[in-house]
C-alpha cells in the first residue's frame, strides 16, 4: 500500500511492448498520471521493459490485482500525441502488430534505455509551501528538499502528487546557443528557391536540383531557420556511408547541436546522441532512415536523395521514411524538402500535378557545366575491362594531378564459378543464389553473409570450374595494373565492415591519400570530391535485368548520380558509361543528363501497366523451412485472395520469388495490383489472420520498393 501521503486513486493504462505479447497490456498508474503516447517502464514477467502507453482503460475495470507502472519516461517523439498518431498510423498503412508498430519509437528497442523524467523546484515554491508540505507529507516534503539541490528523477508516486500541486515541474535544459550564419553566398538560383520554400513554411516541397547545384546548403539555411524559431531538424541521408560526409558539414555549421543517429556510430557513440536528444541539448538530427523516430520537435524534416530504395524498411514494421517523415511533418506543421537530382517517378509525378511545391534548382553552383557523359559500346573490346575511351580519360585525370572513380555495382572478384564439364554453378547452401568468388580464395554468399574457402574442382563431377564475371575486387586490381602506380581505394560491402570503416574510405579519397575509388553503388551516394574530374561506369547494364518494374528506373538514377561526382569543383568533368547496350533508353537519357525525358518515356510505360505512381502494389510473401509447405501455402491463400479481393484488383501469381530461397528459407510471392491503396489494405483484411504452423509465415509489402 502507499504511505497515506501518497494515496492516490488509481486508474488503468494499457501499454505496448516492443518484444512482447500481441497485444496490449493493462497496468495501473495514479489518475492523470501518465497521457496516451507516453514511454513508460513497466514490470513484465522478471524482467523489467520499455513500453508506449496507448489507450486508458474504462473505469470498470478492477485494477486490485494489476501491476502498476514502475517509471514515467517522457514522450517518445517531440511529445506523446505524436507518438501514439505515428504508431496508429504504422499499424494502419503496413498492417503490422501493435508490438512492431510500437518498437521503433522505443528507445529501449534500438538498444538505449532513457533515463527516469528529470523535475525540479517551481520558480514560484514559497517557503511557507515547503514548510506546510513538511508537516503533512513527510515523503513528499524529503523529495522536495532533495530537488532543491538540483533536477533529478523522482519516482511516479511521488512525482505525480508534487506537480500537480504546482510545485516541480519537468527540467528540460536549456539547449546551446544558436550558431551564427557563416555558409556561402547564395546563388540567385539558391536564393529563389529558399525564399519559395521559406513561403511554403508547413507543405511539402520537391527540391528538383541537379547534382552539384546547392542543395545542402538550402537544407542548412532551412535548418537556421527551424532553430530560430525554437524547433528541431530532420535531416534523413539514404546509406550510413554519406553520413560521413554530411557529419562533417553539419558539425562544422550546427556544432554540438547537431546528433549523429545510425548504427555504424558505435554504441558508445549513439548513446550519447540519444541522451543528448532527450535531455534537449541536441535538436539536429542526421542519419538514415531509423532517424526518422527521433525523439524532437522539428520544425523542418529533409529527406535527402529521396528517391533511394533504402529508405523502405525491409523487416517489419515495413515503413517507407518518407511515409514517417510525412506524417510527422505534417502533425507538427513542419516544412518537408524531399531533394534528389533524380526524384522518384511518383514524387516527380506529384509535384508536377502541382499535390506538392516543385522548387528547381536547374544549374550547378558558379556556373559550373555538367560532366561530358560518352557512351561507349562494349561488344566492341570483348573480355577487357577498360575499353580504350575510359582508360584514357582516366589517364588524362591522373596526369593533371586529379582522382577518377569507377562504378560497378557488383561485389567480389568474381560473381560466380561453373564447371566446364557439367555446368553446374555452386550456390550458397542456404539460399538460390550463385556464390561468388573473393580475393584471397573465399566463395562468399552476398545474401546471408555464408562464406568458406572456394572449391578446388566442381562439387557434382569434380571438374575444373571456371570464374565468371568482374566484380568489385577485379576491377580493383586491374586499375593497379592499368594505370602503374595510381593508388587506388575500394568502397563497397566488403571494404567498410568494420565500424567507421566507409568513413575511412571517404576521409582517405578527399585528403588525395588515392587516386582511383573503385566501388560499387556506395560511391554515387552524394559525395563531393574537389579532384575528381573522370568517372567510369564499367557495366552499366547490370540492374536492368532484375524483376522488377522499376529496374529502368533504378539503372538511370544510378547512372545520373555517378556521373555527377565528376566536375564539382573547378575542373571540368567526363564520364565514360560502358554498355552492352548503349541504345538503352536509361543510357541515352543519362548521357544527356534528361531527366524529364526520361521520366515521361518511364511514366507512358507505367501508365499502361497500371503500375505506380498510376496504380499500387501489394506484394504478399510466404516463406518455411519446408518447400512443399510454402509452396501449399501460397497457393491456399492465393485461392482465399481471388474469392474475397475488392474490386479492381489484380491478382499475379502464386510463383516462387525471384530468390526462391534466402537464409534456409524458401519463399514464394503473390503480386497485387490496383488503382487505389483502399482496395489492396481491403482485400488483405478479407483474407483474415494466417493460422501459423511448423514456422510458416506470411508478410505484407505495400509499394514494395525491389523484389527479390
Known amino acids: 500500500m502507499l504511505p497515506s501521503d501518497l494515496a492516490a486513486e488509481r486508474e488503468v493504462v494499457q501499454v505496448v511492448l516492443g518484444h512482447g505479447p500481441q497485444i496490449p497490456l493493462d497496468y495501473t498508474c495514479p489518475v492523470g498520471g501518465v497521457s496516451e503516447g507516453t514511454l513508460v517502464r513497466v514490470p513484465f514477467r522478471r524482467t523489467a521493459q520499455v513500453g508506449l502507453v496507448v489507450s486508458h482503460r474504462p473505469a470498470e475495470v478492477?485494477?486490485?490485482?494489476?501491476?502498476?507502472?514502475?517509471?514515467?519516461l517522457g514522450p517518445a517523439l517531440g511529445d506523446a500525441g505524436e507518438a501514439l498518431f505515428v504508431a496508429r498510423a504504422l499499424r494502419q498503412r503496413y498492417l503490422c502488430t501493435w508490438p512492431q508498430a510500437v518498437a521503433p519509437l522505443l528507445p529501449g528497442a534500438r538498444g538505449f534505455e532513457p533515463e527516469?523524467?528529470?523535475?525540479?523546484?517551481?520558480?514560484?515554491?514559497?517557503?511557507?509551501?515547503?514548510?506546510?508540505?513538511?508537516?503533512?507529507?513527510?515523503?513528499?516534503?524529503?523529495?522536495?528538499?532533495?530537488?532543491?539541490?538540483?533536477?533529478?528523477?523522482?519516482?511516479?508516486?511521488?512525482?505525480q502528487p508534487l506537480a500537480k500541486?504546482?510545485?516541480?515541474?519537468?527540467?528540460?535544459?536549456?539547449?546551446?546557443?544558436?550558431?551564427?550564419?557563416?555558409?556561402?553566398?547564395?546563388?540567385?538560383?539558391?536564393?529563389?528557391?529558399?525564399?519559395?520554400?521559406?513561403?511554403?513554411?508547413?507543405?511539402?516541397?520537391?527540391?528538383?536540383?541537379?547534382?552539384?547545384?546547392?542543395?545542402?546548403?538550402?537544407?542548412?539555411?532551412?535548418?537556421?531557420?527551424?532553430?530560430?524559431?525554437?524547433?528541431?531538424?530532420?535531416?534523413l541521408v539514404p546509406e550510413i556511408a554519406l553520413t560521413a560526409q554530411l557529419v562533417d558539414l553539419v558539425q562544422a555549421r550546427f556544432g554540438n547541436r547537431a546528433a549523429v543517429l545510425h548504427?555504424?556510430?558505435?554504441?558508445?557513440?549513439?548513446?550519447?546522441?540519444?541522451?543528448?536528444?532527450?535531455?534537449?541539448?541536441?535538436?539536429?538530427?542526421?542519419?538514415?532512415?531509423?532517424?526518422?523516430?527521433?525523439?524532437?520537435?522539428?520544425?523542418v524534416v529533409i529527406v535527402d536523395e529521396q528517391h533511394e530504395a533504402s529508405y523502405q524498411q525491409e523487416e517489419a514494421p515495413r515503413y517507407h521514411a518518407q511515409d514517417v517523415a510525412l506524417w510527422r511533418a505534417a502533425r507538427r506543421n513542419a516544412t518537408l524538402v524531399l531533394g534528389s537530382a533524380t526524384p522518384d517517378l511518383a514524387t516527380f509525378q506529384a509535384a508536377s500535378e502541382g499535390r506538392i511545391g516543385l522548387v528547381e534548382l536547374p544549374e550547378r553552383v558558379a556556373g559550373r557545366p555538367l560532366p561530358e557523359v560518352q557512351l561507349v559500346d562494349l561488344r566492341r573490346t570483348p573480355g577487357r575491362i577498360f575499353t580504350p575511351e575510359l582508360t584514357q580519360a582516366v589517364r588524362e585525370s591522373l596526369r593533371q594531378g586529379q582522382q577518377a572513380i569507377l562504378l560497378l555495382n557488383r561485389r567480389g572478384y568474381h560473381p560466380s564459378m561453373i564447371c566446364t564439364a557439367c555446368g553446374h554453378v555452386p550456390t550458397c547452401p542456404q539460399?538460390?543464389?550463385?556464390?561468388?568468388?573473393h580475393d584471397g580464395g573465399e566463395a562468399v554468399c552476398h545474401l546471408c553473409g555464408w562464406r568458406e574457402k572456394a572449391p578446388g574442382r566442381c562439387p557434382e563431377c569434380q571438374g575444373r570450374l571456371r570464374l565468371l564475371g568482374t566484380g568489385t575486387q577485379r576491377v580493383a586490381q586491374a586499375a593497379e595494373e592499368t594505370w602503374q602506380g595510381a593508388r587506388v581505394l575500394r568502397l563497397d560491402r566488403d571494404a567498410v565492415q568494420r565500424v567507421g570503416g566507409a568513413d575511412r574510405v571517404y576521409g582517405a579519397f578527399r585528403r588525395g591519400e588515392a587516386?582511383?575509388?573503385?566501388?560499387?553503388?556506395?560511391?554515387?551516394?552524394?559525395?563531393?570530391?574537389?579532384?575528381?574530374?573522370?568517372?567510369?561506369?564499367?557495366?552499366?547494364?547490370?540492374?536492368?535485368?532484375?524483376?522488377?518494374?522499376?529496374?529502368?528506373e533504378r539503372t538511370f538514377q544510378l547512372l545520373m548520380q555517378v556521373t555527377g561526382r565528376a566536375g564539382r569543383a573547378e575542373h571540368p568533368g567526363r564520364a565514360i558509361i560502358q554498355a552492352y547496350d548503349p541504345d538503352h533508353p536509361a543510357f541515352r537519357y543519362a548521357s544527356r543528363h534528361d531527366y524529364r525525358g526520361f521520366a515521361e518515356q518511364e511514366l507512358r510505360e507505367r501508365r499502361r501497366g497500371g503500375y505506380p505512381p498510376f496504380g499500387e502494389l501489394l506484394l504478399i510473401g510466404y516463406s518455411g523451412i519446408e518447400e512443399r509447405s510454402v509452396m501449399e501455402l501460397a497457393l491456399r491463400r492465393t485461392d482465399v485472395i481471388r474469392q474475397r479481393a475488392a474490386s479492381g484488383v489484380r491478382v499475379l501469381g502464386p510463383a516462387p520469388a525471384p530468390i526462391s530461397r534466402a537464409k534456409g528459407r524458401y519463399r514464394w510471392q503473390t503480386l497485387l495490383i490496383a488503382p487505389r491503396r483502399e482496395a489492396l489494405r481491403a482485400t488483405a483484411l478479407a483474407m483474415g489472420p494466417l493460422q501459423e504452423a511448423d514456422g510458416l509465415r506470411e508478410a505484407f509489402f505495400f509499394d514494395p520498393r525491389q523484389f527479390r
Do not use: N
Open 62 to 72: 478492477a485494477a486490485a490485482r494489476l501491476r502498476p507502472i514502475s517509471e514515467v
Open 165 to 235: 500541486k504546482g510545485l516541480i515541474r519537468r527540467h528540460h535544459p536549456a539547449p546551446p546557443r544558436l550558431p551564427r550564419g557563416g555558409g556561402p553566398e547564395l546563388t540567385e538560383a539558391q536564393a529563389a528557391a529558399l525564399q519559395t520554400l521559406r513561403r511554403g513554411r508547413g507543405g511539402t516541397h520537391l527540391l528538383f536540383g541537379v547534382t552539384g547545384s546547392g542543395k545542402t546548403e538550402i537544407y542548412f539555411r532551412l535548418i537556421e531557420d527551424a532553430l530560430a524559431a525554437g524547433r528541431g531538424a530532420l535531416l
Open 515 to 552: 587516386d582511383i575509388l573503385v566501388g560499387t553503388q556506395m560511391v554515387a551516394k552524394g559525395f563531393d570530391f574537389p579532384l575528381v574530374t573522370a568517372v567510369g561506369v564499367v557495366i552499366a547494364d547490370i540492374g536492368l535485368g532484375q524483376p522488377d518494374y522499376r529496374a529502368a
Open 263 to 299: 548504427s555504424a556510430v558505435g554504441e558508445a557513440a549513439r548513446h550519447s546522441a540519444m541522451r543528448r536528444l532527450h535531455e534537449g541539448l541536441a535538436d539536429v538530427v542526421v542519419g538514415p532512415r531509423s532517424a526518422v523516430f527521433a525523439p524532437i520537435d522539428p520544425g
Open 116 to 159: 527516469a523524467a528529470r523535475w525540479e523546484v517551481a520558480a514560484s515554491l514559497t517557503e511557507a509551501e515547503i514548510s506546510e508540505l513538511g508537516r503533512r507529507a513527510p515523503r513528499q516534503f524529503a523529495a522536495l528538499a532533495a530537488l532543491r539541490s538540483g533536477p533529478r528523477p523522482l519516482a511516479l508516486a511521488l512525482a
Open 431 to 437: 539460399c538460390s543464389v550463385a556464390v561468388a568468388y
